[in-house]
C-alpha cells in the first residue's frame, strides 16, 4: 500500500515538474472572441485579441484618452478636411511597407465585410472621402464639421493593401490575413479554445517583455481564478467581485484595479406619452391614467432612495465607483459638480407627497441576471431601497436574451441597464441614451425609454458642431447638467474592471477592459 | 433486415423535422437574436441593414421554408456570429467532445463493472457495502460542483493536474486529439473522470443488480454442479446474461455524455461541442442550434441502432425484425 501511494506521488510530481518558459505569458480571458479578423464585429473580446496583431492610427491610452498610433499627429485643416501624419518606417509582418494606400484600403473594405453582425462601418462612415497626398500623408473629408473622428480611427484596425480585393473572413482565423503592424503575430487561432501569439521581430515601437503569449479563453469565472490559483494561467480579466476579496488576501497573486467606462443606470419609461406606464400601479393596485415617471419630482425622488455607497460597498464589495454622470474623473466632458446624488429618503418622500403620491405607489423594476457584474443583486437591493420610501418595488431578474428583447419593445417601466463609452468621452451617452430617438440622425438609437428634450437635443447637436476640443467640452458638461437635473435616467456607479496576475506581475488597468499582453510587466 | 433499417431512417428524418420546428419556434419565443447580437454601437440604419442580410426581416414560416431549400442542398445555414457554416464550427468542436465522452465510457465500464461485479460477489462484506456507499455520491453530487473540487483539490492543492483547457493535440486523420499526448491526457483526466462519475455509478448499480439476481439461479447452480471453475461462471455465464441491460444503458449514456457535456466542458473550459451550444443559445445563434440539434438527434438514432445490433450478438434468440 506504502509503495502504491509513493508511486502515485512521484507521478505527480514529476507532472507537475513542467518547463516554465521564463518569457511566455498564458492570458485567461472570460469571452471567447468571434472571428480573428479586425472588421468583422465591434465586440470587445475581438478588440482584445486583434490589438495584439493590427494596430490604428489614433491609439488610446489606459485612460481612453487619444494618443499617436500609426499616425504621429492629426490636425483639421479646414472644416471638412482633417489631415493625418503617418508614421515612417513602419513595416507590416510581410514586410510590406505602411503607407497611406493602406489606410485608404482599410476605409474602403471596412463597410463591406460580409455578414457582419456589428460593423465597423459605424467609425468609418463619417469619411466621404479619402485623398492621399504623399505617402505619409492622407487627408480625410467628412460631411460638414465631425469633430469625432479621430476618436472614431481609433477603433479602426489597419491592414494592408497587399491582402488583395475582398480579404475573407475565414482567411483572418486561418491566419492566412492575420498581417498587422502590431507587436504580436498570430501564430495560431482555435476558435473558442486559444490563440498562440509570437513576438514580431520588427516591430517599430517599444518591444514587449514576453516573446510567446498564449490567450485562453475560459468564460467560467471559478474555473478562471482556478487557473490563476494553480498557476496554469499567468493573467486573468475580470475577476469576480466575490473571489476578488479572498484574493486580495493572497501573497502569490497580484489583482489590479480601475475604472471602467462601462456605465449603470436605471432607465425610466417615458415611450407613452401622457399616457400609463405597464407596470406602475397606484399604492393599492388600481389602474393609473397617467404615467408618475413623467413628473420630475417622481424622478428624482426615486434616484435620492437609493443608497449607492451602499450599492458600491455591499453589492459591488468595492468594485464599483458610485456616480451622478456618465464618466469617471479624467475623462473628456467629466463635469465636476455633478456629484453622485445623496442618499436622502425623506426628502425622497417629501418629493413623491408634493407630486401627489403621499402613498406612493406600485412599481416592478426589471433587470438582467447574466449580464452585467451583480446586476441581479443591483436591481434586489433598489428594490428594498425604493419600497422603504413607500415605492412597493416588485423585482423581475431574467436572462438577458429574454430581457434585452423586451427592452427593445419598450415593454418595462424601470429597467437597469449598462452601457460602455466606447469613445471615452461624452458626447457618445448623450448621443446613444438621451438623444431623443431619431432614425434619420442615427441618435438616440438605444433610448429606449424614449426620452426626449429640446434642450438636451439641441445642446448635442451643438456640441457636435463644434470643431474646438475644449469648446466642445463646455458644451458637453452644460448638456449633461441638463440631463442629470431633469433624471433623464438614474445614474448608479461606474464599474471597476479587476485583473488577476500571479505575484511578481504588473498591468495598468485599461478603461476600454481590453487584456494586453504588450502591457503585462514583470514588477521592478 | 433492410426494410426494418429503411423504417428505422424514415423514423428518423420525420423526428429530426420535428425537431428543427420546435427550435425554430423555440427561439423566437426566446427572444429576437437580432436584439443580442447587434452591436449597440449600431445606429437604426445599421440595424435595418443588419437584420435585412441576416434574413431575420422575413415572416417566420418563410425563414423556415429557406432553411428547408437549404437543408435539401445539404447547407444548413451560416452562423450569424461567427459568419461560418454550422456543421463546420460543430465539425470543429467534435473531436474534442467525442474524445472526452469515449473516454468517459470507457473509464464507467473499466471501473463500474469490476467493482459491481465485486459487490455483487460479496455483498454482505466492508468493502461492498462501501462501494455500493460510495456510488450514491457518484450520481447524487451535482457535477459542475465535482468538477470544481476536482480543480480545487488536483490543480490547485496538489498542483498536478493542470486545471483548464485541452492541452497539446496531435493530428491524427487530419484532425487534432488530445489523447496522442502526455500533455493533452493530463488535461483530459479531470474532465473524463468528473464525466464519468455518474456513469461509474450506474454502471456499478446495474452489474452489481444482474450479478445478485442471476447468482441463485438454477444455470448458475447447474454450472457449479458440473464443476465449472467459479471464474468460468462469473465472467461467462453469469456476464453474458447481465451484460444486455448494461449495454442499453452505456449505449443511452453515451448519448448523453455527449449531449449534455456542457457542464463539465464549461467548468473546465474545453472546447468542446457542449460549450458551442450553451454560447450559442446565450445569443440565440439559430443556425448552430438547429445543426447541432440536429446532429444530436441522429446520433442518438444511431447508437440506438447499433445497440440493437449489440442485442443479437450478445443473446442470438434476439432477432431484429421483431424490435419494432
Same mark, same amino acid.
Given at each position: 500500500?506504502?509503495?502504491?501511494?509513493?508511486?502515485?506521488?512521484?507521478?505527480?510530481?514529476?507532472?507537475?515538474?513542467?518547463?516554465?518558459?521564463?518569457?511566455?505569458?498564458?492570458?485567461?480571458?472570460?469571452?471567447?472572441?468571434?472571428?480573428?479578423?479586425?472588421?468583422?464585429?465591434?465586440?470587445?473580446? #475581438?478588440?482584445?485579441?486583434?490589438?495584439?496583431?493590427?494596430?490604428?492610427?489614433?491609439?488610446?491610452?489606459?485612460?481612453?484618452?487619444?494618443?499617436?498610433?500609426?499616425?504621429?499627429?492629426?490636425?483639421?485643416?479646414?472644416?471638412?478636411?482633417?489631415?493625418?501624419?503617418?508614421?515612417?518606417?513602419?513595416?507590416?509582418?510581410?514586410?510590406?511597407?505602411?503607407?497611406?494606400?493602406?489606410?485608404?484600403?482599410?476605409?474602403?473594405?471596412?463597410?463591406?465585410?460580409?455578414?457582419?453582425?456589428?460593423?465597423?462601418?459605424?467609425?468609418?462612415?463619417?469619411?466621404?472621402?479619402?485623398?492621399?497626398?504623399?505617402?505619409?500623408?492622407?487627408?480625410?473629408?467628412?460631411?460638414?464639421?465631425?469633430?469625432?473622428?479621430?476618436?472614431?480611427?481609433?477603433?479602426?484596425?489597419?491592414?494592408?493593401?497587399?491582402?488583395?480585393? #475582398?480579404?475573407?473572413?475565414?482567411?483572418?482565423?486561418?491566419?492566412?490575413?492575420?498581417?498587422?503592424?502590431?507587436?504580436?503575430?498570430?501564430?495560431?487561432?482555435?476558435?473558442?479554445?486559444?490563440?498562440?501569439?509570437?513576438?514580431?521581430?520588427?516591430?517599430?515601437?517599444?518591444?514587449?517583455?514576453?516573446?510567446?503569449?498564449?490567450?485562453?479563453?475560459?468564460?467560467?469565472?471559478?474555473?478562471?481564478?482556478?487557473?490563476?490559483?494553480?498557476?496554469?494561467?499567468?493573467?486573468?480579466?475580470?475577476?469576480?467581485?466575490?473571489?476578488?476579496?479572498?484574493?486580495?488576501?493572497?501573497?502569490?497573486?497580484?489583482?489590479?484595479?480601475?475604472?471602467?467606462?462601462?456605465?449603470?443606470?436605471?432607465?425610466?419609461?417615458?415611450?407613452?406619452?401622457?399616457?400609463?406606464?405597464?407596470?406602475?400601479?397606484?399604492?393599492?393596485?388600481?389602474?393609473?391614467?397617467?404615467?408618475?415617471?413623467?413628473?420630475?419630482?417622481?424622478?428624482?425622488?426615486?434616484?435620492?432612495?437609493?443608497?449607492?455607497?451602499?450599492?458600491?460597498?455591499?453589492?459591488?464589495?468595492?468594485?464599483?465607483?458610485?456616480?451622478?454622470?456618465?464618466?469617471?474623473?479624467?475623462?473628456?466632458?467629466?463635469?465636476?459638480?455633478?456629484?453622485?446624488?445623496?442618499?436622502?429618503?425623506?426628502?425622497?418622500?417629501?418629493?413623491?407627497?408634493?407630486?401627489?403620491?403621499? #402613498?406612493?405607489?406600485?412599481?416592478?423594476?426589471?433587470?438582467?441576471?447574466?449580464?452585467?457584474?451583480?446586476?441581479?443583486?443591483?436591481?434586489?437591493?433598489?428594490?428594498?431601497?425604493?419600497?422603504?420610501?413607500?415605492?412597493?418595488?416588485?423585482?423581475?431578474?431574467?436572462?438577458?436574451?429574454?430581457?434585452?428583447?423586451?427592452?427593445?419593445?419598450?415593454?418595462?417601466?424601470?429597467?437597469?441597464?449598462?452601457?460602455?463609452?466606447?469613445?471615452?468621452?461624452?458626447?457618445?451617452?448623450?448621443?446613444?441614451?438621451?438623444?431623443?430617438?431619431?432614425?434619420?440622425?442615427?441618435?438616440?438609437?438605444?433610448?429606449?425609454?424614449?426620452?426626449?428634450?429640446?434642450?438636451?437635443?439641441?445642446?448635442?447637436?451643438?456640441?457636435?458642431?463644434?470643431?474646438?476640443?475644449?469648446?466642445?467640452?463646455?458644451?458637453?458638461?452644460?448638456?449633461?447638467?441638463?440631463?442629470?437635473?431633469?433624471?433623464?435616467?438614474?445614474?448608479?456607479?461606474?464599474?471597476?474592471?479587476?485583473?488577476?496576475?500571479?505575484?511578481?506581475?504588473?498591468?495598468?488597468?485599461?478603461?476600454?477592459?481590453?487584456?494586453?499582453?504588450?502591457?503585462?510587466?514583470?514588477?521592478? | 433486415?433492410?426494410?426494418?433499417?429503411?423504417?428505422?431512417?424514415? /423514423?428518423?428524418?420525420?423526428?429530426?423535422?420535428?425537431?428543427?420546428?420546435?427550435?425554430?419556434?423555440?427561439?423566437?419565443?426566446?427572444?429576437?437574436?437580432?436584439?443580442?447580437?447587434?452591436?449597440?454601437?449600431?445606429? /437604426?440604419?445599421?440595424?435595418?441593414?443588419?437584420?435585412?442580410?441576416?434574413?431575420?426581416?422575413?415572416?417566420?414560416?418563410?425563414?423556415?421554408?429557406?432553411?428547408?431549400?437549404?437543408?435539401?442542398?445539404?447547407?444548413?445555414?451560416?452562423?450569424?456570429?461567427?459568419?461560418?457554416?454550422?456543421?463546420?464550427?460543430?465539425?470543429?468542436?467534435?473531436?474534442?467532445?467525442?474524445?472526452?465522452?469515449?473516454?468517459?465510457?470507457?473509464?464507467?465500464?473499466?471501473?463500474?463493472?469490476?467493482?459491481?461485479?465485486?459487490?455483487?460477489?460479496?455483498?454482505?462484506?466492508?468493502?461492498?457495502?462501501?462501494?455500493?456507499?460510495?456510488?450514491?455520491?457518484?450520481?447524487?453530487?451535482?457535477?459542475?460542483?465535482?468538477?470544481?473540487?476536482?480543480?480545487? &483539490?488536483?490543480?490547485?492543492?496538489?498542483?498536478?493536474?493542470?486545471?483548464?483547457?485541452?492541452?497539446?493535440?496531435?493530428?491524427?486523420?487530419?484532425? /487534432?486529439?488530445?489523447?496522442?499526448?502526455?500533455?493533452?491526457?493530463?488535461?483530459?483526466?479531470?474532465?473524463?473522470?468528473?464525466?464519468?462519475?455518474?456513469?461509474?455509478?450506474?454502471?456499478?448499480?446495474?452489474?452489481?443488480?444482474?450479478?445478485?439476481?442471476?447468482?441463485?439461479?438454477?444455470?448458475?447452480?447447474?454450472?457449479?454442479?458440473?464443476?465449472?471453475?467459479?471464474?468460468?461462471?462469473?465472467?461467462?455465464?453469469?456476464?453474458?446474461?447481465?451484460?444486455?441491460?448494461?449495454?442499453?444503458?452505456?449505449?443511452?449514456?453515451?448519448?448523453? &455524455?455527449?449531449?449534455?457535456?456542457?457542464?463539465?466542458?464549461?467548468?473546465?473550459?474545453?472546447?468542446?461541442?457542449?460549450?458551442?451550444?450553451?454560447?450559442?443559445?446565450?445569443?440565440?445563434?439559430?443556425?448552430?442550434?438547429?445543426?447541432?440539434?440536429?446532429?444530436?438527434?441522429?446520433?442518438?438514432?444511431?447508437?440506438?441502432?447499433?445497440?440493437?445490433?449489440?442485442?443479437?450478438?450478445?443473446?442470438?434468440? &434476439?432477432?431484429?425484425?421483431?424490435?419494432?
Amino acid at each position: 500500500m506504502r509503495g502504491w501511494q509513493a508511486a502515485v506521488a512521484g507521478l505527480g510530481f514529476s507532472l507537475a515538474a513542467l518547463p516554465v518558459h521564463a518569457q511566455s505569458l498564458t492570458m485567461g480571458l472570460s469571452a471567447a472572441p468571434t472571428s480573428a479578423d479586425p472588421h468583422y464585429h465591434t465586440f470587445t473580446p #475581438n478588440n482584445s485579441l486583434v490589438a495584439h496583431v493590427f494596430e490604428t492610427l489614433v491609439d488610446t491610452d489606459a485612460h481612453a484618452r487619444l494618443i499617436p498610433g500609426l499616425a504621429e499627429s492629426w490636425k483639421l485643416i479646414d472644416d471638412e478636411t482633417w489631415e493625418f501624419k503617418l508614421r515612417k518606417g513602419v513595416k507590416f509582418q510581410n514586410g510590406d511597407a505602411f503607407t497611406g494606400e493602406d489606410v485608404a484600403y482599410t476605409l474602403d473594405r471596412v463597410p463591406r465585410v460580409l455578414n457582419s453582425p456589428g460593423s465597423f462601418s459605424v467609425y468609418t462612415k463619417a469619411v466621404v472621402g479619402v485623398e492621399i497626398v504623399d505617402p505619409t500623408t492622407v487627408r480625410l473629408k467628412t460631411r460638414g464639421i465631425y469633430p469625432l473622428l479621430s476618436n472614431d480611427l481609433a477603433q479602426v484596425f489597419i491592414i494592408p493593401k497587399s491582402l488583395g480585393p #475582398n480579404p475573407a473572413t475565414e482567411d483572418f482565423n486561418s491566419g492566412k490575413n492575420a498581417v498587422g503592424t502590431g507587436p504580436y503575430r498570430m501564430t495560431a487561432y482555435r476558435p473558442g479554445d486559444r490563440a498562440e501569439l509570437a513576438l514580431y521581430d520588427g516591430y517599430w515601437g517599444t518591444k514587449p517583455h514576453w516573446k510567446n503569449v498564449t490567450v485562453r479563453m475560459v468564460p467560467n469565472d471559478a474555473a478562471r481564478t482556478a487557473g490563476l490559483l494553480s498557476g496554469d494561467l499567468d493573467f486573468i480579466e475580470f475577476v469576480p467581485t466575490a473571489d476578488a476579496t479572498k484574493l486580495r488576501g493572497n501573497k502569490a497573486v497580484h489583482l489590479e484595479e480601475g475604472d471602467s467606462l462601462r456605465f449603470v443606470y436605471l432607465m425610466l419609461d417615458r415611450s407613452r406619452g401622457a399616457g400609463p406606464t405597464p407596470f406602475i400601479t397606484g399604492p393599492n393596485g388600481e389602474t393609473l391614467t397617467t404615467n408618475p415617471l413623467n413628473d420630475q419630482r417622481v424622478r428624482l425622488a426615486l434616484s435620492l432612495a437609493i443608497n449607492r455607497p451602499a450599492l458600491v460597498e455591499r453589492v459591488m464589495e468595492g468594485a464599483a465607483r458610485a456616480t451622478g454622470q456618465f464618466l469617471a474623473p479624467g475623462s473628456v466632458g467629466y463635469t465636476p459638480d455633478l456629484p453622485p446624488p445623496p442618499y436622502d429618503p425623506a426628502k425622497a418622500k417629501a418629493l413623491l407627497a408634493e407630486a401627489g403620491f403621499p #402613498n406612493g405607489f406600485r412599481i416592478t423594476l426589471h433587470g438582467p441576471n447574466d449580464r452585467y457584474v451583480n446586476d441581479a443583486k443591483i436591481v434586489q437591493a433598489i428594490g428594498q431601497m425604493w419600497s422603504r420610501i413607500g415605492v412597493q418595488t416588485n423585482v423581475d431578474a431574467m436572462t438577458w436574451t429574454t430581457f434585452v428583447s423586451r427592452a427593445n419593445k419598450q415593454e418595462f417601466s424601470a429597467y437597469l441597464l449598462a452601457w460602455g463609452i466606447s469613445s471615452g468621452e461624452a458626447s457618445n451617452p448623450l448621443r446613444s441614451l438621451v438623444h431623443t430617438y431619431d432614425p434619420k440622425l442615427g441618435w438616440g438609437a438605444v433610448n429606449r425609454a424614449r426620452y426626449s428634450n429640446p434642450e438636451v437635443d439641441a445642446l448635442v447637436a451643438k456640441a457636435m458642431a463644434t470643431a474646438d476640443d475644449g469648446k466642445r467640452e463646455q458644451v458637453l458638461i452644460e448638456a449633461q447638467r441638463k440631463v442629470f437635473a431633469d433624471v433623464a435616467l438614474i445614474p448608479l456607479h461606474i464599474q471597476k474592471n479587476i485583473w488577476g496576475m500571479r505575484a511578481g506581475l504588473t498591468y495598468e488597468p485599461r478603461a476600454d477592459e481590453e487584456s494586453l499582453a504588450m502591457f503585462v510587466k514583470p514588477a521592478k | 433486415m433492410i426494410a426494418w433499417l429503411l423504417r428505422r431512417l424514415v /423514423q428518423a428524418a420525420f423526428v429530426v423535422l420535428a425537431m428543427t420546428v420546435i427550435v425554430f419556434i423555440g427561439v423566437n419565443v426566446i427572444g429576437n437574436p437580432v436584439d443580442i447580437l447587434i452591436s449597440p454601437e449600431a445606429d /437604426q440604419a445599421e440595424r435595418l441593414r443588419i437584420i435585412a442580410n441576416l434574413g431575420l426581416d422575413q415572416p417566420l414560416w418563410r425563414q423556415y421554408l429557406h432553411f428547408l431549400v437549404g437543408l435539401l442542398h445539404g447547407d444548413l445555414g451560416r452562423s450569424f456570429v461567427f459568419n461560418e457554416p454550422a456543421l463546420r464550427l460543430i465539425g470543429q468542436r467534435m473531436p474534442a467532445t467525442m474524445e472526452l465522452a469515449v473516454t468517459a465510457v470507457l473509464l464507467s465500464i473499466v471501473i463500474g463493472i469490476p467493482l459491481g461485479l465485486y459487490a455483487g460477489l460479496y455483498p454482505d462484506g466492508a468493502a461492498g457495502r462501501s462501494i455500493m456507499a460510495g456510488s450514491i455520491l457518484g450520481f447524487s453530487l451535482p457535477s459542475f460542483w465535482v468538477g470544481l473540487m476536482l480543480i480545487m &483539490v488536483f490543480a490547485v492543492q496538489l498542483g498536478w493536474l493542470p486545471s483548464t483547457g485541452r492541452g497539446a493535440t496531435r493530428e491524427l486523420f487530419g484532425v /487534432q486529439w488530445s489523447f496522442l499526448t502526455i500533455d493533452g491526457l493530463r488535461h483530459m483526466a479531470m474532465p473524463a473522470l468528473n464525466l464519468a462519475l455518474g456513469n461509474i455509478a450506474l454502471v456499478l448499480r446495474l452489474t452489481r443488480a444482474g450479478v445478485r439476481e442471476n447468482l441463485p439461479m438454477d444455470y448458475v447452480k447447474f454450472a457449479r454442479a458440473k464443476g465449472l471453475s467459479p471464474a468460468r461462471v462469473v465472467f461467462v455465464h453469469v456476464m453474458k446474461n447481465i451484460l444486455i441491460p448494461i449495454v442499453t444503458v452505456i449505449g443511452l449514456e453515451f448519448g448523453s &455524455v455527449i449531449a449534455f457535456a456542457v457542464v463539465t466542458e464549461s467548468v473546465f473550459a474545453w472546447p468542446g461541442m457542449g460549450k458551442l451550444i450553451i454560447d450559442s443559445i446565450n445569443v440565440l445563434d439559430r443556425p448552430v442550434i438547429v445543426a447541432y440539434l440536429m446532429v444530436i438527434v441522429l446520433l442518438f438514432i444511431a447508437i440506438n441502432l447499433i445497440v440493437d445490433l449489440l442485442y443479437t450478438v450478445l443473446d442470438p434468440r &434476439v432477432r431484429l425484425e421483431s424490435q419494432e
